[in-house]
């Protein structure tokens, strides 16, 4: 069974630009979540998606949002990004929602703004 | 948010020895205690796992206790490898709620 995958892996933007990331989760697996990853603040929620609605969403601002599709198949989106947005994205699925069951990360997506 | 607090920040163990690694909760409605053990370059990954009805989880090297009136979980990992150099997460959650990870503890096994 093919694990989570993330596009893409690696991705250099300038400040003011937007960026879109795709996450495809474990085949039947219809939760899917995501994590910025920074040194200074470790693994931080953004959001939870489930059945195309947002179960879930993080302390982030509003230049920060997602979607989900029917198949699953997620993206998040930063608008105006700032350097401060330079961080891993991380994707997690699970086969329903909630945090009982284990999350199956992906590699990420390495922002850099500049 | 403080709600979890995970220590140390890191650790340097010599092979054979043994890592413990701590973490320390806010919200008694945390049910679930997962440590998650990440590698450079990759996501996380679940590493073992206890809920409240048991105070310790035996798996291999790797061992949670569980001090639900002390609100604390820790990791215990046994005869310590260079191969367990990473970083390890707690996340404790709930079925209703998002998980919090902890702030990483980066664990270095010296051969």
């Known amino acids: 069974k093919a694990g989570v995958t993330q596009t893409p892996r690696y991705l250099i933007k300038t400040r003011g630009q937007q960026v879109t990331l795709s996450c495809s989760p474990i085949s039947g697996h219809r939760s899917v979540s995501w994590y910025q990853q920074t040194p200074g603040q470790g693994l931080q929620f953004l959001f939870e998606y489930f059945s195309e609605t947002q179960r879930n969403k993080g302390n982030f601002p509003g230049r920060f949002s997602g979607r989900q599709f029917s198949n699953s198949r997620s993206e998040m989106n930063v608008s105006t990004l700032e350097l401060g947005d330079s961080a891993l994205y991380l994707c997690?699925?699970?086969?329903?929602?909630?945090?009982?069951?284990?999350?199956?990360f992906g590699p990420g997506t390495r922002l850099t703004v500049l | 948010q403080q709600q979890v607090k995970q220590s140390p920040q890191s650790l340097i163990v010599q092979k054979g020895g043994i890592s413990i690694i701590n973490c320390a909760y806010e919200?008694?409605?945390?049910?679930?205690f997962p440590w998650y053990q990440q590698f450079p370059g990759k996501g996380p990954a679940l590493l073992i796992a206890i809920r409240p009805d048991v105070s310790e989880k035996k798996e291999g090297r790797f061992t949670i206790s569980f001090n639900k009136s002390a609100k604390q979980f820790s990791l215990h990992i046994m005869d310590s490898q260079p191969g367990d150099s990473a970083t390890y997460f707690c996340?404790?959650?709930?079925?209703?709620?998002?998980?919090?990870f902890g702030a990483g503890t980066r664990l270095f096994v010296k051969a």
């Open positions: 919200n008694t409605a945390f049910d679930y």
């Open positions: 996340a404790p959650g709930t079925g209703g709620f998002k998980t919090i």
């Open positions: 997690a699925s699970n086969p329903t929602p909630g945090s009982y069951n284990e999350q199956f």
